[in-house]
């Protein structure tokens, strides 16, 4: 996806989409990403490589499902302004939830089910993780009402080993239940 507006509804996809810089402003509803090795939506990364809220911007990923993805991420977000809500994330095999970069987003009323970890991969699974070992960070995100149900997985990890800034990190965790999901 390297365009600004588009509409991207009812696919089904057994690969990673990659959403390009030049994206913004647009929707993805009522899609699958299913059964393989691999991310589900991964965005690009900004060529700078030290701002990534200059990626695409207010992206709607809404009423779609990541359902058995091995090893990877089901959602690599850069940028700022999306709304990522009423997602299934469902049977990950050591593969992360959301990979969370960027500024002004909402994670809202998902279901996250069946995440694990299983031996062989070299992936540890997050429900949300972010790091700023590469100059990368996170700000002004909001995960709410969220329901998280048989995840024995870490719920998150958040690492800031090169970004001092504390004010280009931030995250509010509101208001989500944790059902048999017996996290670090």
């Known amino acids: 996806l390297k365009n600004s507006w588009w509409v991207i509804d009812g696919l089904t996809f057994h690969y990673t989409m990659w959403i390009r810089t030049t994206a913004s402003d647009c929707i993805i509803t009522h899609c699958t990403w299913t059964n393989f090795e691999g991310g589900g939506i991964h965005f690009d990364q900004p060529i700078t490589g030290v701002n990534p809220a200059d990626s695409a911007q207010r992206i709607t990923i809404i009423n779609s499902?990541?359902?058995?993805?091995?090893?990877?991420?089901?959602?690599?977000?850069?940028?700022?302004?999306?709304?990522?809500?009423?997602?299934?994330?469902?049977?990950?095999?050591?593969?992360?939830?959301i990979f969370a970069f960027g500024s002004n987003v909402?994670?809202?009323?998902?279901?996250?089910?069946?995440?694990?970890?299983?031996?062989?991969?070299?992936?540890?699974?997050?429900?949300?993780?972010?790091?700023?070992?590469?100059?990368?960070?996170?700000?002004?995100?909001?995960?709410?009402?969220?329901?998280?149900?048989?995840?024995?997985?870490?719920l998150t990890q958040f690492e800031q080993t090169a970004v001092r800034n504390n004010a280009l990190w931030g995250i509010v965790i509101r208001n989500n239940v944790f059902k048999d999901s017996n996290m670090q």
């Open 106 to 154: 909402v994670i809202r009323a998902n279901l996250f089910t069946n995440m694990h970890e299983v031996a062989g991969y070299g992936n540890h699974p997050d429900l949300l993780q972010t790091f700023g070992n590469n100059g990368l960070w996170m700000v002004v995100y909001l995960f709410e009402d969220n329901y998280v149900v048989n995840c024995p997985i870490q």
């Open 65 to 97: 499902v990541f359902d058995g993805l091995i090893n990877a991420q089901s959602l690599t977000l850069f940028g700022g302004g999306h709304l990522v809500q009423s997602n299934v994330f469902a049977n990950g095999v050591s593969a992360d939830a």
